[in-house]
Nanobody, 120 residues
Framework: QVQLVESGGGLVQPGGSLRLSCAVS????????VGWYRQAPGKERELVAN??????TNYIDSVKGRFTISRGAKNTKYLEMNDLKPEDTAVYYC???????????????WGQGTQVTVSS
């Protein structure tokens, strides 16, 4: 069973930085992409950034130049967030797009989310 556990959220002042981590555990046959999503109160969940197994990265315009998605060792993914703004306040979710086995369909796995609050 695949599990994703996020950490690193918290309260930070505008202009501050946080690094979110996503630890992926369990058996997964192949990973196509890993992404970070966020959902603010009263808004729909949106993709913030993702990275494919080939290393291609994508970011929404509002975080370009401030956020960096990366892959670490042992199936850990990161989202480095700099120059944080109040509008970045949301619950951030890690997502893995992959297949549990060679014959299983592609599935989107989600973590439980971690709160990021940017406020003075």
């Amino acid at each position: 069973q695949v599990q994703l556990v996020e950490s690193g959220g918290g309260l930070v002042q505008p202009g501050g930085s946080l690094r979110l981590s996503c630890a992926v555990s369990g058996s997964i046959f192949s990973i196509y992409a890993v992404g970070w999503y966020r959902q603010a109160p009263g808004k729909e969940r949106e993709l913030v950034a993702n990275i494919t197994e080939g290393g291609r990265t994508n970011y929404i315009d509002s975080v370009k130049g401030r956020f960096t998605i990366s892959r670490g060792a042992k199936n850990t993914k990161y989202l480095e967030m700099n120059d944080l703004k109040p509008e970045d306040t949301a619950v951030y979710y890690c997502n893995v797009e992959g297949k549990a086995t060679m014959t299983s369909p592609v599935y989107f796995y989600w973590g439980q989310g971690t709160q990021v609050t940017v406020s003075s």
